[in-house]
């Protein structure tokens, strides 16, 4: 179901549980969130594909992410360290993080907003719950926001 379009926005999802990548893409093509949608399995994946390594160097198969959903539980490298990761960076920062994860533990909420998430989602257990959210991301940040300026990431330069 990737819609690709130039000029549409490109939603990266991170997350291992493939029903919940094919649960989202469905929920944001029933919200009529137009984006080029791509899931990756983990945080590594995830950072592989913002460096361009591995299976992840062209640029028409893996554009830049204008918003990337995050999930906290994932093998080998949490959530929270992807976050720190791309925070940390100065070439990825400005991309938006929505956390969408299963997580309602305040330490997590406040760990995340204090590391530069831009979002905090609980998943909704029904899909009513998650278009209903999804229509929401919508509406803020395609709608009303104005994300970053799209660009070659790789390149940026320091602060």
């Not at 093509?29 to 592989?48: I, N, R, S």
């Not at 330490?107 to 899909?127: H, M, Q, R």
Request: proline share 4%; with cysteine.
């Amino acid at each position: 179901m990737n819609y690709k379009t130039v000029n549409r926005i490109v939603l990266v999802m991170v997350d291992d549980d493939e029903d919940d990548c094919l649960l989202v893409e469905a929920a944001l093509y029933e919200a009529e969130m137009k984006c080029d949608f791509y899931c990756v399995k983990d945080g590594q994946g995830v950072l592989d594909y913002l460096n361009r390594k591995g299976s992840y160097q062209d640029t028409d198969s893996s554009p830049r992410p204008d918003i990337i959903l995050l999930d906290l539980n994932l093998p080998s490298m949490s959530g929270r360290e992807v976050l720190l990761k791309l925070k940390s960076d100065h070439r990825f920062r400005s991309i938006p993080v929505i956390i969408l994860t299963a997580s309602s533990d305040n330490e997590d909420i406040s760990y995340c907003y204090d590391t530069g998430a831009n979002t905090y989602i609980i998943k909704e257990p029904s899909f009513a719950g998650l278009l209903a959210g999804f229509k929401v991301v919508k509406e803020y940040w395609l709608e009303t926001a104005t994300l970053p300026p799209k660009g070659d990431f790789v390149s940026r330069k320091k602060d």
